[in-house]
């Protein structure tokens, strides 16, 4: 086997969108040959940055009724409430990505606290309209991610230092950089260059690219759902 192709998935859990890309990606992580990378970023820095404004699909009417039928979670199996807005986000998410970050700083071997707290964020704000600002919110949230108290409450300390505000920072200049406007952001490594596919419904342009095969959202080779 050739090795793994290098796929970069920039995302903030006050996106949905993000939501349904990130549960594709990491079904796929273990269906294709590649590694995949999590790159937490801030949302509202996306936006202010590339001079985007989460109004804007409202003005034009059948674009944002169209938006609200595309946002169909079922063949992705995420359960999103029917009555939160998709371009008013019910709360912001400054602190939860700066947590996630930090979990993300610990964590040695792998990905996998960032993917199941990330997770559990994202069905806090979409799937039961709670909070994810306070420390409490995001100690319950990660309790649900399997994380220890102890891991937990460091977690929450560093997210306040320095040193994770500027991670948190770079990374998301690194998806301006890229040419980000929104999220979610899946940048290839292909053939010493990147490509760079926004939204979660390029998988089959994306899979083209790095010349592997779309199999739909649940591919039947797929080893491990997220519950």
């Known amino acids: 086997m050739s090795s793994k192709k ?7 859990v006050v996106s949905p969108y993000s939501w349904l890309g990130f549960e594709v990606m990491c079904r796929y992580r273990n269906v294709w040959n590649i590694d995949l990378k999590l790159r937490p970023a801030f949302l509202g820095g996306i936006m202010k940055g590339a001079g985007n404004s989460p109004k804007s699909p409202g003005l034009v009417p059948n674009k944002f009724l169209y938006m609200t039928k595309d946002l169909n979670p079922q063949h992705v199996l995420v359960l999103l409430l029917k009555n939160v807005s998709l371009f008013l986000p019910p709360t912001g ?3 939860a990505m700066r947590f996630v970050t930090a979990v993300q700083e610990r964590e040695t071997g792998g990905d996998e606290q960032v993917e199941c707290v990330s997770r559990e964020l994202w069905r806090r704000i979409w799937s ?3 909070d994810i600002t306070k420390p409490e919110s995001l100690t319950e949230a990660a309790l649900k991610a399997g994380l220890s108290n102890r891991d ?6 560093l997210a306040t230092s320095d040193k994770i505000k500027e991670k948190l920072k770079k990374a998301t200049e690194e998806a301006l950089g890229h040419g980000s406007f929104g ?4 940048l290839c490594h292909v053939n010493g260059g990147k490509e760079m596919f926004f939204g979660s419904d390029r998988f089959e342009l994306m899979a083209h690219c790095i010349g592997e095969k779309w199999l739909g959202p ?6 491990k759902t997220p519950n």
Do not use: G
């Open 93 to 95: 998410s400054l602190a």
């Open 128 to 130: 039961q309209d709670k």
């Open 152 to 157: 937990i409450e460091e977690a929450l300390a």
């Open 183 to 186: 999220f979610p952001v899946i």
């Open 218 to 223: 649940q591919p039947k080779e797929l080893v």
């Open 6 to 12: 290098v796929i970069e998935l920039f995302y903030d």
